[in-house]
């Protein structure tokens, strides 16, 4: 099979599993279902903040200014409070994945992510962790709806989506753990939100 061949159906398999896990995790997550957000992690890589930071500064190029400017962004935004560097993070890996998402994009996905976190807290502190869920979900979904993956990009798409997709695994696996020991025992959660750094 000729390389040309091959990153287009590895891209195809890329976009497929995103379109089956991505709505599953985001109702599991709307639900606070921590049985499929389990699972759903356990299908995943699980990659924290500065393992990705690492991987992007090496693969994805432009990378570090990108990220420098999104920081600035997320600083100011009153929806980042508190997780300013993760959602830079995350915005910044999607915008080195392709020219058509925007920083604009990225705000207005935490934005709506931000209104949907307020709309269901289960346990103490899981704000933060809910926004940066929705946020990774609300920007793969981009890729997979919108047309937003177009050649040149495609050779950075593996390698953006697997960053993501291991902060996700990450993220709804300390979720489902901070269900369900915010429903046994408060003080664990703390912990948890630290493994995420």
Do not use: H, W
Request: net charge positive.
């Amino acid at each position: 099979m000729d390389p040309i061949t091959e990153e287009i159906l590895m891209e195809a398999k890329i976009i497929d599993a995103i379109k089956k896990i991505v709505p599953t995790a985001k109702n599991a997550v709307m639900k606070g279902d921590a049985k499929t957000m389990e699972r759903i992690s356990k299908s995943l890589p699980k990659k924290d903040v500065r393992t990705i930071e690492k991987e992007a500064l090496k693969k994805l190029p432009g990378f570090r200014e990108k990220y420098k400017n999104m920081q600035r962004m997320m600083i100011r935004n009153p929806n980042a409070k508190g997780i300013e560097n993760p959602a830079a993070l995350i915005g910044a890996v999607a915008i080195s994945m392709s020219d058509n998402v925007t920083p604009d994009m990225i705000v207005m996905k935490l934005s709506d992510a931000a209104k949907n976190a307020q709309k269901m807290v289960f346990f103490p502190g899981d704000v933060a962790i809910l926004k940066l869920i929705l946020l990774i979900i609300g920007v793969l979904l981009i890729y997979v709806t919108s047309g937003a993956v177009i050649l040149p990009a495609v050779q950075y798409l593996f390698t953006g989506m697997s960053m993501l997709l291991g902060l996700l695994g990450k993220l709804l696996d300390m979720a489902a753990k901070m269900i369900k020991s915010g429903r046994e025992e408060l003080p664990g959660v703390i912990d948890i939100f630290k493994d995420l750094f």
